[in-house]
């Protein structure tokens, strides 16, 4: 099954400052702000969700097309993806924009300033799908991941034209979408991925029910954090699968992407859906059990091997 996965490259830089930011910041003076804080920890980590995605499917031992956009600093990342095994070559390199980078600094008391960069993905919006399902031969699945809005709107729309079965995950950009682009993402979607929040979202932008949303994508994967995932579908009942419980939680930023790689590797083997999610969770629990996005190290035929088919039904 060759899977496509569109949507953000970047990296995090997260930085610790040894004091509070309050004792910098001067009442009454707020008007001509120039602070500098000396921080003494750097961490560089690799994100973007769809370089998670395909960083997961690529660990499970599939070969997933990255469409993205990046900037000309992409080429260690580059070959870090390709280790794991996904194909790079579809990824825009802009001229003159760097990679979309997350720049935050935390303080003693879990303050925060952090600025997000979009950089070169603003030019995903540039990328058309054809040319890239002609290079590997046809795509059997989209990812439609958070980007550039307008991107996700083309390619969603490109699918839709070009017949090519989508996945709409618009997770963290659901928030900036009117109406008309919310139903837009999700019109005719093979498969439909949310958080329980993201659902509610949704279906308020939307302006659809649960069930009208059913109506307009076959299946919907809604994740529940600790309480797994529940699958349904307009014309069945819906079905829960549960999590794989951790008590060694490291990191929880990431946990959706490693499970939409584990869901998709299982639809890839032709697996009954819950037995998918299943491998998805238990991805998801690696992806929880370590820090950073793409720091989880597995060996694809263990886990797939420890997912047995085990239901529990709603
Ligand atoms: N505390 C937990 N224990 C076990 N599994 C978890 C836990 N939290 C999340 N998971 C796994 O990860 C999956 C996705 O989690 P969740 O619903 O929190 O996604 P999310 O809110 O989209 O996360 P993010 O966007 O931060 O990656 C869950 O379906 C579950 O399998
Ligand atoms: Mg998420």
Redesign the pocket.
């Known amino acids: 099954m060759r899977i496509a996965v569109t949507g953000s490259i970047a990296t995090d830089h997260l930085m610790a400052y040894p004091g509070r930011f309050a004792d910098q910041l001067i009442e009454g003076r707020l008007d001509k702000v120039s602070l500098s804080f000396l921080a003494d920890d750097l961490e560089v980590r690799r994100g973007g969700v769809a370089a998670n995605i395909a960083f997961g499917l690529g660990s499970l031992g599939l070969r997933p097309i990255l469409v993205g956009a990046a900037g000309i600093d992409f080429a260690e990342y580059r070959a870090w993806l390709e280790a794991a095994g996904v194909d790079t070559d579809s990824v825009r390199i802009s001229e003159s924009r760097h990679t979309a980078r997350f720049v935050c600094t935390t303080d003693t008391d879990q303050n925060q300033i952090a600025t997000f960069y979009a950089g070169a993905m603003s030019e995903a919006r540039e990328l058309t799908l054809a040319p890239i399902a002609e290079r590997v031969g046809g795509l059997d699945l989209v990812v439609i991941a958070p980007n550039d809005p307008e991107a996700m709107v083309r390619h969603t729309d490109e699918c839709r034209t070009l017949g090519l079965s989508f996945a709409a995950d618009p997770?963290q950009q659901l928030a900036r979408l009117d109406r008309a682009e919310a139903r837009r993402l999700v019109e005719g979607a093979d498969l439909l991925f949310t958080?329980?929040y993201e659902a509610a979202l949704l279906q308020q932008l939307s302006g659809w029910t649960e069930r009208q949303v059913l109506d307009q994508v076959g299946t919907w994967v809604t994740?529940?954090?600790?309480d797994?995932?529940v699958i349904a579908r307009s014309d069945s009942t819906p079905v829960t699968v549960p999590?794989?419980?951790?008590d060694h939680?490291a990191d929880?930023?990431?946990?959706?992407?490693a499970?939409r790689a584990g869901f998709l590797t299982g639809l890839s083997r032709s697996w009954p859906m819950p037995r998918a999610a299943r491998l998805?969770?238990a991805l998801?629990?690696e992806a929880?059990k370590t820090i950073g996005t793409q720091e989880y190290r597995i060996t694809a035929a263990e886990l797939i091997g420890r997912t047995d088919d085990t239901v529990v039904s709603a």
């Open positions: 997770s958080n329980e994740t529940r954090g600790a797994g995932v999590a794989v419980p951790t939680v929880p930023t990431g946990v959706g992407d499970f998805g969770c998801a629990t929880l």
